[in-house]
């Protein structure tokens, strides 16, 4: 009888412990006021294109450590501020029709900058490339920032150009983000 107590109190204790493992870990969505856009340069002045379309996920494990982020972007929703023949051109150079969407999913890594780094792979017009993003602030005051520098080239991408080519945007692009966190 002292052993089957024993026992019961031991399953008790482990479905307890394991109840509040899984109460630690959390899920935060990407809130309203949210902001990921993509800065350039061309031939003819410097451009900027809102991704107006966008949902993402950044769970924590037990500990509160990011255990896994999820992002995806719709690309016919970027907007290059220039009309509808601009984001045209946009959409072509993503091959939007074949990849409607860019993602990126990761988990928490070191970084040498920021606050919080995320090691995973974007996807942009079918091509995925390992990258480790930083980013300042953090889960629990709900607000991350941040920037990554990346390239048409990184993705096979012909970069948009206008005039007949008269006008070429430069290879070199630096993607930023300012994130509200909602759990």
Same mark, same amino acid.
């Given at each position: 009888?002292?052993?089957?107590?024993?026992?019961?109190?031991?399953?008790?204790?482990?479905?307890?412990?394991?109840?509040?493992?899984?109460?630690?870990?959390?899920?935060?969505?990407?809130?309203?006021?949210?902001?990921?856009?993509?800065?350039?340069?061309?031939?003819?002045?410097?451009?900027? /294109?809102?991704?107006?379309?966008?949902? !993402?996920?950044?769970? +924590?494990?037990?500990? %509160?450590? @990011? &255990?896994?982020?999820? #992002?995806?972007?719709?690309?016919?929703?970027?907007?290059?501020?220039?009309?509808?023949?601009?984001?045209?051109?946009?959409?072509?150079?993503?091959?939007?029709?074949?990849?409607?969407?860019?993602?990126?999913?990761?988990?928490?890594? /070191?970084?040498?900058?920021?606050?919080? !780094?995320?090691?995973? +792979?974007?996807?942009? %017009?079918? @091509? &995925?490339?390992?990258? #480790?993003?930083?980013?300042?602030?953090?889960?629990?005051?709900?607000?991350?920032?941040?920037?990554?520098?990346?390239?048409?080239?990184?993705?096979?991408?012909?970069?948009?150009?206008?005039?007949?080519?008269?006008?070429?945007?430069?290879?070199?692009?630096?993607?930023?983000?300012?994130?509200?966190?909602?759990?």
């Amino acid at each position: 009888m002292h052993v089957m107590k024993n026992k019961v109190l031991f399953l008790f204790v482990i479905l307890i412990s394991s109840s509040s493992l899984l109460l630690a870990q959390e899920t935060y969505k990407l809130g309203e006021g949210s902001r990921i856009w993509v800065e350039g340069t061309s031939t003819l002045r410097n451009w900027q /294109a809102e991704v107006g379309t966008f949902t !993402g996920t950044i769970s +924590t494990d037990a500990s %509160g450590d @990011v &255990s896994e982020v999820n #992002l995806t972007m719709d690309v016919k929703s970027m907007d290059g501020g220039r009309g509808p023949d601009m984001n045209a051109k946009i959409y072509k150079a993503l091959h939007e029709p074949e990849h409607p969407q860019m993602t990126f999913s990761g988990k928490k890594a /070191a970084t040498p900058e920021g606050d919080l !780094g995320v090691y995973g +792979t974007l996807s942009i %017009g079918g @091509v &995925s490339k390992a990258l #480790l993003v930083a980013a300042n602030g953090s889960l629990q005051s709900g607000k991350l920032t941040g920037e990554h520098k990346i390239k048409f080239s990184d993705f096979s991408i012909e970069p948009p150009s206008a005039l007949f080519g008269k006008i070429v945007c430069h290879d070199d692009l630096l993607v930023k983000f300012d994130l509200n966190l909602v759990k």
